[in-house]
T-cell receptor, first 110, second 115 residues
Framework: GENVEQHPSTLSVQEGDSAVIKCTYS??????FPWYKQELGKRPQLIID?????GEKKDQRIAVTLNKTAKHFSLHITETQPEDSAVYFC?????????FGTGTRLLVSP | DVKVTQSSRYLVKRTGEKVFLECVQD?????MFWYRQDPGLGLRLIYF???????EKGDIPEGYSVSREKKERFSLILESASTNQTSMYLC??????????????FGPGTRLTVT
């Protein structure tokens, strides 16, 4: 089945810096790759997603890139702000379900 | 706006008790999921259902069972709670895998403590 690895587990940046979180997946049949943000005490919420027929997608300060050949995808956050502090989860489609990475705790210091 | 609700935010049970966690979604979603969330382990799938009365094992089904008698409701059952089942439990739903609508909407979570 699908296996998703996510790095780093924690990431500390200064406000205004960029942050990059990377994930690799194992199943070449996976075709959907979402990113979820979970703020402290709240439920995970989708922030951006990409399908396998697209190499890059951008939404304001966040972007996701996908390399199907290497089977990895990344989340890029530019001009980080304190409200970006949260746990971020990547995921990939397995058979009938999403398989999540273990999460990255991002801390943005003012 | 999709709403996924869970029956309790916090629950404390004793070892050996039977525990029911309920999840309700109001958007006519076909698929429903139960995860547990533990620090450093991410979201691990316990069971999921893609139709009424249908269920599929996820990655960690041992010690759990589920019930889906109605489309909007998905219950997670701990037949005999143990301390290693102390965790945050998250329910989620998604529209349809057949149409490629994979986005999952999560409930607020139930923090279960088994003593």
């Amino acid at each position: 089945g699908e296996n998703v690895e996510q790095h780093p587990s924690t990431l500390s940046v200064q406000e205004g810096d960029s942050a990059v979180i990377k994930c690799t997946y194992s199943d070449s049949a996976s075709n959907y790759f979402p990113w979820y943000k979970q703020e402290l005490g709240k439920r995970p919420q989708l922030i951006i997603d990409i399908r396998s027929n697209v190499g890059e997608k951008k939404d304001q300060r966040i972007a996701v890139t996908l390399n199907k050949t290497a089977k990895h995808f990344s989340l890029h956050i530019t001009e980080t702000q304190p409200e970006d502090s949260a746990v971020y989860f990547c995921a990939a489609t397995g058979f009938q379900k999403l398989v999540f990475g273990t999460g990255t705790r991002l801390l943005v210091s003012p | 706006d999709v709403k996924v609700t869970q029956s309790s935010r916090y629950l404390v049970k004793r070892t050996g008790e039977k525990v029911f966690l309920e999840c309700v979604q109001d958007m006519d979603h076909e698929n429903m999921f139960w995860y547990r969330q533990d620090p450093g382990l991410g979201l691990r799938l316990i069971y999921f259902s893609y139709d009424v009365k249908m269920k599929e094992k996820g990655d960690i089904p041992e010690g759990y069972s589920v019930s889906r008698e109605k489309k909007e409701r998905f219950s997670l059952i701990l037949e005999s709670a143990s301390t290693n089942q102390t965790s945050m439990y998250l329910c989620a739903s998604s529209l349809s895998l057949v149409t490629g609508s994979y986005e999952q909407y999560f409930g607020p979570g139930t923090r279960l403590t088994v003593t």
